[in-house]
């Protein structure tokens, strides 16, 4: 939405549903000789603070011998690459804890956590949409909220993109004969049900979806989660079609909110959808 000025008359816009900021119209609305009378200084803190909980991902990604390397290194980039995508207008700093998937998942810790930075409010039109103030067509102290926020929203992405260059240095060596996939969805069933808040909620796999030896699955629950299994690995298409099918069922009697299975070379487009997204991604 483009915001046009008429007249000399003062308009008012909203940084929230809760939050005005008075504009002049123009410059020539100040005193003459005083052009800076009226100033409305920016500040971050002039933006309604994060109120919604933050994004909270678990990702395992799969060590075993059955699992070429390549695709586990593509899938780890590949979220790397995604997480600037759950830094969301309104909402606070999230997690994410990276597992390795071998012979016992359940007992082996993160081997890396994450934070995601948490963003203020957005400015937004003085009708109340969610359309942003656009640069040319707002003057004086609007302008100064434009810009300020948007120094914010790039600063939260730069964070962002730092935690994704940590996930992309981490390098795991391959586990012991075993695939315990039940340690994983019992893992991220854990971290999903240790929070206070009610934020968006992601799994993310790369693994060939193959278990074997002991699973520690117990009384694993991902309600409402977003499920995604990326670089899934399979050479026989009927094969490889049940074990989709198997396992998509099995994610959603878990209580996922979607599940997304897809194969090397295939858009995963992780983190879209319902669970919002800024299309910062690297």
């Avoid at 940084?15 to 052009?35: D, H, K, M, T, Y």
């Avoid at 100033?39 to 909270?56: E, I, K, M, N």
């Avoid at 359940?106 to 956590?113: F, Q, R, S």
Wanted: glycine share 10%.
């Amino acid at each position: 939405m483009r915001i046009a000025y008429r007249g000399r008359r003062p308009r008012r816009f909203l940084l929230s549903s809760s939050f005005l900021v008075a504009v002049s119209v123009c410059a020539s609305c100040a005193p003459s000789g005083n052009s800076s009378a009226g100033a409305v200084d920016a500040s971050d803190a002039s933006f309604p603070a994060a109120t919604r909980p933050g994004a909270l991902v678990v990702v395992c990604l799969d060590t075993s011998s059955s699992y070429p390397t390549a695709r586990r290194e593509a899938a780890r980039d590949a979220v790397a690459a995604a997480l600037p995508k759950l830094v969301v207008p309104g909402r606070k700093a999230g997690k994410v804890y990276v597992y390795t998937i071998g012979v016992n998942t359940y007992g082996e810790p993160p081997k890396l956590e994450l934070t995601l930075p948490a963003l203020r409010g957005e400015p937004v039109s003085a009708d109340g949409s969610s359309a942003p103030l656009q640069g040319s067509h707002v003057s004086g102290s609007a302008q100064k909220f434009v810009d300020r926020w948007k120094k914010l929203h790039d600063r939260a992405l730069s964070a962002a993109r730092a935690e994704g260059r940590r996930l992309r240095a981490l390098n795991v060596s391959p586990s012991a004969p075993g695939t315990d996939l039940g340690g994983c969805l019992k893992n991220a069933s854990e971290q999903f049900a240790d929070r206070s808040g009610k934020g968006v909620r992601h799994l993310v796999m790369a693994s060939d979806l193959a278990p074997d030896g002991l699973q520690q699955q117990s009384t694993a629950r991902m309600t409402g989660a977003a499920v995604s299994v990326v670089d899934f690995t399979c050479s026989q298409a009927v094969r490889c079609d049940a074990r989709k099918k198997r396992w998509t069922k099995k994610f959603h009697d878990l209580g996922a909110a979607t599940v997304s299975i897809t194969r090397p070379g295939y858009p995963a487009h992780l983190f879209e959808g319902a669970a919002g997204s800024t299309g910062g991604g690297t």
